[in-house]
């Protein structure tokens, strides 16, 4: 089964921008589904941006739609969540997953979750 690892985070300003990177180990991610989901201090999990087992759909949730973008890989080993134009309100703990369905806004079929990586975004 595959497993995965976050990583990327760290502090920014207003206005600026990371990247995150979910790496795939045991196998790739051909055929999967994958998540980009985030959980604030005091807040459930959310979802953020998704990409289907074929990397040719993607969807994303109203807050992120124009300034995030995910993508994978032609190895299909890695998803990337590229994040510009950072808010204080994006400061979470940003994880991904795997999954068995896709278009969804939420985190049903997702429960494949690695450690997590923490963005904190500066006014």
């Known amino acids: 089964q595959v497993q995965v690892r976050e990583s990327g985070g760290g502090s920014v300003q207003t206005g600026g921008s990371l990247r995150l990177s979910c790496a795939a180990s045991?196998?790739?991610?051909?055929?999967?589904?994958v998540g980009w989901f985030r959980q604030a201090p005091g807040k459930e999990r959310e979802f953020v941006a998704g990409?289907?087992?074929?990397?040719?759909?993607?969807n994303y949730a109203p807050f992120a739609q124009g300034r995030f973008i995910i993508s994978r890989d032609g190895a299909k080993t890695t998803v990337y969540l590229e994040m510009n134009k950072l808010k204080p309100e994006d400061t979470a703990v940003y994880y991904c997953?795997?999954?068995?369905?896709?278009?969804?806004?939420?985190?049903?079929?997702?429960?494949?979750w690695g450690q997590g990586t923490q963005v904190t975004v500066s006014s």
């Open positions: 990409i289907s087992w074929s990397g040719s759909l993607f």
């Open positions: 045991g196998d790739t991610f051909d055929g999967h589904n």
């Open positions: 997953s795997t999954g068995t369905t896709f278009g969804r806004l939420d985190s049903e079929g997702y429960d494949n």
